[in-house]
């Protein structure tokens, strides 16, 4: 017996009477951002890996367990070399001359699988002499590897970069829906490809903090568009990098006595990126994180002023919120307000959806000097929450019966003819009895049915039911537009 592939872990199919479901929430998510002046965007699903070490951090969990690299087959393009200020030319002819790669293409060539022996490695140096550039030709992977995306942000950061839009406006808004990617242990509401329907606007004139509000505003306008109403939205400010430093040093003092107590993750984030810990899922280091005395003490007038403002501009859109001083978010690029919205319904992975304001990651990116703020929801996690049953799947307007072979090949011939009319029909490509088709058609929800058999043929004519009502009509098989207009107006 031949082998059978199931799904990957952590993916799923997304079926014919599922899809109805994630059409409706992408129709309703695309209406509001529109209304709100988001523009969509669509970027690749895999970029540069460096891109996400720099923008999500090199500490994130994102970064250290859960990035799905693309895989080094081998292959090496010339562009891999230049990328990373190699002479590519150069680097080929050598390889080529002494055997280490053989030639694919004149762009392309195959490293020779014996290149990491300790003889073979000691003849290259003397060749490339340079242990650095050594390193590059042998692992080009690790210097221009490709990565899925884990999250949106960067990936619309980076469009924004490198198609210059801070000269084309002063404040861009886009939105995206799409799937994500992270190689994480899959649980419900945790997959390894997600989706997420996020928005970002950058530039110039983004450092408002009415416009924290309005991003703010949008992603719970989105879930109570959708059906939902009993989840919460938790708020807090990091302030600016230096309240952020200020921060991470209060808490590296407090938690010092206690960190030995400090699951092995959270041990690591101590030293490497404090915050994190206040991030955690064990409920040991939950036990430790409250009873911390956490308020605004670490922030500056100036970013305690911001905050206030955007609390006020939340208040006056009547958005209701918990300020929630313990919330510090996964990414390193939050500065100034972060937010989540959670659903207690979904239990232990209750996040809906999350964002925040990013100061500096523009320019960290190589960009100009200016600010943004974003949001992301995750799809199946909404999907999760909204209330069963409320979405109707899409019905065909007619389903055509055919009673024999003569009358199919005029029912074949309707069936195209409406469907240019913008009718959506379907048929049986088998011929059976009425009572069977009858069936189908009601199977395939068809709110109206076309009987063409002998009789109609010899009369050039078509029965028309209203599948509902039971009923008939009978039109001129030739006359398209009334027969359209009996299917959808009565």
């Excluded at 002046?37 to 250290?64: A, C, H, M, W």
């Excluded at 084309?168 to 992270?182: A, D, N, Q, T, V």
């Excluded at 990651?361 to 000097?369: A, C, F, I, R």
């Excluded at 199919?408 to 009319?421: P, S, V």
């Amino acid at each position: 017996m031949n082998k059978k592939f199931n799904v990957p872990r952590g993916t799923s199919d997304i079926l014919p009477k599922e899809v109805f479901t994630w059409e409706y929430v992408e129709k309703e998510a695309r209406q509001l951002l529109r209304n709100y002046g988001y523009n969509e965007i669509r970027t690749p699903i895999f970029e540069k890996s460096e891109l996400f070490v720099r923008s999500v951090g090199q500490t994130s969990d994102i970064v250290q367990k859960q990035m799905l690299n693309l895989s080094f087959q081998g292959f090496v393009e010339k562009y891999q070399f230049d990328e990373i200020g190699l002479d590519s030319g150069d680097v080929f002819k050598k390889l080529i001359e002494n055997g280490w790669a053989e030639k694919i293409s004149p762009t392309q060539i195959r490293l020779k699988s014996y290149l990491f022996e300790g003889k073979v490695i000691g003849e290259m140096k003397k060749v490339f002499e340079d242990d650095e550039v050594l390193d590059k030709i042998l692992f080009p992977q690790y210097y221009t590897s490709l990565s899925l995306r884990p999250e949106g942000t960067a990936s619309i950061v980076r469009a924004y970069i490198q198609n210059n839009f801070d000269r084309l406006e002063r404040l861009s808004k886009f939105f995206y829906i799409g799937p994500m990617f992270r190689g994480e242990r899959p649980q419900k509401g945790r997959l390894r490809q997600f989706h997420q329907i996020g928005a970002e606007a950058i530039g110039p004139e983004s450092c408002s903090p009415y416009l924290d509000a309005e991003i703010i505003a949008l992603s719970v306008a989105i879930l109570k568009a959708l059906g939902l109403s009993d989840f919460n939205l938790k708020l807090n400010s990091l302030g600016d990098e230096e309240d952020k430093e200020n921060f991470s040093k209060y808490l590296k003092k407090e938690l010092k006595p206690v960190s030995g107590n400090f699951c092995s993750n959270c041990q690591r984030r101590y030293r490497l990126n404090v915050l994190r810990v206040l991030d955690c899922n064990n409920k040991d280091c939950q036990a430790i994180v409250d009873g911390l005395d956490i308020h605004d003490a670490h922030l500056s007038d100036k970013s305690r002023e911001y905050f206030k403002e955007v609390c006020g501009a939340l208040d006056r859109l009547k958005v209701s919120y918990e300020i929630f001083p313990k919330l510090v978010r996964g990414l390193d690029y939050y500065t100034h307000t972060v937010f989540e919205i959670s659903a207690p319904s979904l239990g232990s992975q209750d996040a809906l959806g999350a964002g925040g304001r990013y100061s500096n990651l523009v320019s960290q990116l190589g960009g100009p000097d200016v600010d943004a703020v974003g949001f992301a929801l995750g799809i199946e996690r909404i999907l999760l929450a909204m209330p069963k049953g409320d979405v109707e799947a899409g019905k065909l307007n007619v389903f055509i019966i055919a009673l024999d072979e003569k009358s199919f090949l005029k029912a074949f011939a309707l069936l195209h003819q409406l469907r240019d009319a913008d009718v959506s029909g379907d048929m049986s490509y088998r011929i059976s009895s009425m009572k069977s088709q009858m069936r189908l058609a009601n199977k395939k929800g068809a709110g109206h049915v076309i009987i063409l058999g002998e009789a109609e043929m010899q009369k050039g004519e078509v029965t028309i039911k209203n599948m509902e009502s039971g009923d008939q009509a009978v039109e001129s098989i030739n006359n398209i537009k009334t027969i359209k207009n009996i299917i959808l107006n009565q």
